[in-house]
């Protein structure tokens, strides 16, 4: 593990796209957020980067259709993923933004790691387990939140964890599990760990291949 420190309040938002033709350069290191409409993903990136209105939460799940860039520093970002799986929309809306999402994951190569958030009384849904198989296969890293944890009792809690963690060991590759509540502020620290960790990684090969 490094010693590189990232600041998460220092974020600014950058700019919302349709597609990754109108992103940013694909240079640096991005980290994704993705997970189901009603995961609690800007919840999520609110409480990480301690914005309140950071990433918009709405009651109508499935209102974000935007991949939307956030920067923490030169060439280091967070990437808010148009949510998935929700059934109320229009059914060409949905195959719009799964094509956002499906080109955006396959090919943008500043994408070092992949944070998926799942609600923890409703993990592992079929379009979460493609997402963490596509993501073994790329050899991409995975951190899976399982969101609104306060909304269980501390034992059915650990237990969840460790029944999700005993079953994505299938897909293979690197998948941390932890529980996360953005009300009640638990797992955030792991989840700035990981992060750090994905976002400063080639910061310490930088300096390693240096000339002496």
């Known amino acids: 593990m490094n010693n590189n420190k990232i600041n998460f309040n220092a974020v600014r938002f950058v700019t919302s796209a349709p597609n990754i033709r109108q992103m940013p350069e694909d240079t640096g290191v991005e980290i994704a957020f993705a997970g189901r ?60 933004w799964q094509e956002a999402l499906s080109e955006y994951l396959q090919q943008r190569d500043s994408l070092k790691g992949l944070v998926v958030l799942m609600d923890i009384r409703h993990p592992l849904k079929d379009i979460d387990q493609q997402l963490l198989q596509w993501a073994s296969d790329c050899e991409l890293p995975v951190l899976a939140l399982l969101t609104k944890c306060d ?44 992060l750090t960790e994905w976002l400063t990684q080639d910061d310490d090969n930088t300096t390693e291949e240096e000339p002496a």
């Open 151 to 194: 909304k269980l009792k501390s034992g059915a809690r650990k237990a969840e964890v460790l029944r999700v963690r005993e079953a994505v060991a299938i897909f293979g590759g690197s998948i941390r599990v932890e529980a996360f509540s953005s009300l009640k502020g638990l797992g955030v620290d792991q989840a700035k760990e990981v």
């Open 37 to 96: 409409s009603n995961a609690g993903k800007s919840s999520a990136l609110n409480t990480i980067t301690q914005h309140k209105s950071l990433a918009r939460t709405s009651k109508t799940p499935g209102r974000t259709q935007l991949i939307n860039v956030f920067e923490l520093s030169e060439g280091k970002r967070l990437i808010d993923l148009p949510g998935y799986g929700y059934a109320k929309v229009p059914e060409e809306m949905k195959l719009k």
